[in-house]
């Protein structure tokens, strides 16, 4: 209990710190941690395979349609619903449930094209702030620290997205997202712009790219303090190979002027690979930054399910569970 007070606290006081506001090389991060549990159990390696709701936080070109009238239907979507509208449900507990996670996402398939919807929101929650019971004495057996109150940190995302079908083997699309910090100092909005390609050569391989924060994104809090996020570039590819009973899918990619607090470094890996079993039962291994991923799912006509699950060898490990209704 102590590691994820300790993760909480650190991470609310980074945000919430002057010196982090001015500079902000890392006011992104809370807006990194991914979207479905079937792209996070392959370890997040999903920029050219996302052809579902998630697509508005991975590549917004993902929102066209899977097939036109001139290629037969493949398998990477992983969905036999493709022409049909999608509801994504996700929640997830990062480091042993000390940050919370939720989405909720919506794609609309139009005839050369698709619109997504979400709103997402990642907090970490009962932060305890202590204190003396005597603040005029000195720490002792007569004056131990207590809980003088709890605070919270959230971030709230709400996206919008277009893609378009550019021609048979050629996707592009957009994104707005509009941000609110909100921290026990104050409350933050912004906005930002992302856009996405999809390029599919053939019908077993693909490449997709994304810019995040084209704009680089402006977060602006009271007393003209801001947070800015920085463009980032995700790019990658997926190839599919027909096995005995099903499909394997794998996928790469990396992400480009990554930023992030743990680390400094402007760069990430992202490794995955799927079998398919008969288009229904899917199982899923991954590596993301130097950590182990896996995951399972099942596809129904109309309903699925999907679990992730990402280990870390200093915080406790993370769990994602995603329901897809399509209608």
Not at 146 to 174: E, H, P, Q
Request: aromatic share 10%.
């Amino acid at each position: 209990m102590k590691r994820f007070a300790t993760l909480a606290l650190y991470w609310a006081c980074a945000l919430t710190s002057p010196i982090y506001a001015q500079t902000a090389h890392y006011a992104g991060d809370p807006l990194l941690l991914g979207a479905g549990a079937r792209a996070l159990g392959m370890g997040s390696a999903y920029v050219a395979l996302s052809f579902d709701a998630t697509a508005i936080y991975w590549n917004p070109a993902g929102l066209t349609p899977e097939v036109s009238p001139t290629r037969s239907r493949t398998d990477f979507a992983g969905s036999s619903s493709l022409s049909k509208r999608e509801i994504h449900l996700q929640h997830a507990e990062q480091f042993g449930g000390s940050v919370n996670q939720d989405i909720f996402a919506l794609r609309l398939p139009l005839k050369k094209g698709g619109i997504g919807l979400g709103i997402v929101r990642a907090g970490v929650d009962g932060i305890a702030l202590t204190g003396l019971e005597d603040p005029a004495r000195p720490i002792g057996p007569g004056n131990r620290p207590v809980t003088i109150d709890n605070i919270g940190t959230a971030d709230y995302v709400f996206r919008i997205a277009y893609g378009r079908l550019i021609t048979d083997k050629l996707r592009l699309g957009a994104g707005i997202k509009m941000i609110r910090r909100d921290l026990s100092v104050g409350i933050g909005s912004g906005f930002g712009l992302d856009i996405g390609l999809l390029y599919l050569p053939t019908s077993a391989f693909r490449i997709g790219a994304t810019i995040r924060d084209l704009t680089k994104t402006r977060i602006a809090f009271p007393d003209g303090i801001s947070d800015h996020i920085s463009p980032s570039l995700l790019i990658g590819s997926a190839l599919q190979h027909r096995v005995p009973g099903g499909n394997m899918i794998a996928g790469f990619s990396t992400h480009l002027n990554d930023k992030k607090s743990t680390l400094e470094k402007t760069r990430s890996i992202q490794l995955g690979i799927e079998y398919r079993l008969q288009h229904r039962l899917a199982f899923r291994l991954g590596y993301k930054d130097g950590h182990f991923t896996a995951g399972t799912g099942l596809q129904l006509r109309r309903f699925g399910v999907d679990f992730a699950f990402m280990e870390h060898d200093q915080l406790d490990n993370t769990y994602r569970i995603s329901a897809i209704l399509f209608f």
